[in-house]
């Protein structure tokens, strides 16, 4: 069974940090590129950080270049979302996706972690 479990969401003040982790059992995890999407009130969701499956490769959307990093401990099964700088437009559901490298029609994904930025 593929379980894919994200933490570490919260309430910050604006200029904060958080980090977020994502755990994943049932899978082989190092041939997972993993990415997290993030999801506000009546937005579509949106792709915010991706970390290629040995972690050598990350990208970002514009919205948060500079201010988060993506990282992966493929020992532990687990990647971690650095937010740095927080906004109150980062508030949002942060998902944690796990797509099969290679195939791109196979994905996991977890339950979310609300990030709420505000004063």
């Known amino acids: 069974q593929v379980r894919v479990v994200e933490s570490g969401g919260g309430l910050v003040q604006p200029g904060g940090s958080l980090r977020l982790s994502c755990g994943a059992s049932?899978?082989?995890?190092?041939?997972?590129?993993m990415n997290w999407y993030r999801q506000a009130p009546g937005k579509e969701r949106e792709l915010v950080a991706s970390?290629?499956?040995?972690?050598?490769?990350?990208t970002y959307s514009d919205s948060v270049k500079g201010r988060f990093t993506t990282s992966r401990d493929n020992a532990k099964n687990t990647v971690y979302l650095q937010m740095n700088s927080l906004k109150p437009e980062d508030t949002a559901v942060y998902y944690c996706?796990?797509?099969?490298?290679?195939?791109?029609?196979?994905?996991?994904w977890g339950q979310g972690t609300q990030v709420t930025v505000s004063s």
């Open positions: 996706n796990a797509n099969l490298r290679g195939q791109s029609r196979i994905n996991y």
């Open positions: 049932g899978i082989t995890f190092s041939l997972y590129n």
């Open positions: 970390i290629s499956s040995s972690g050598g490769t990350a």
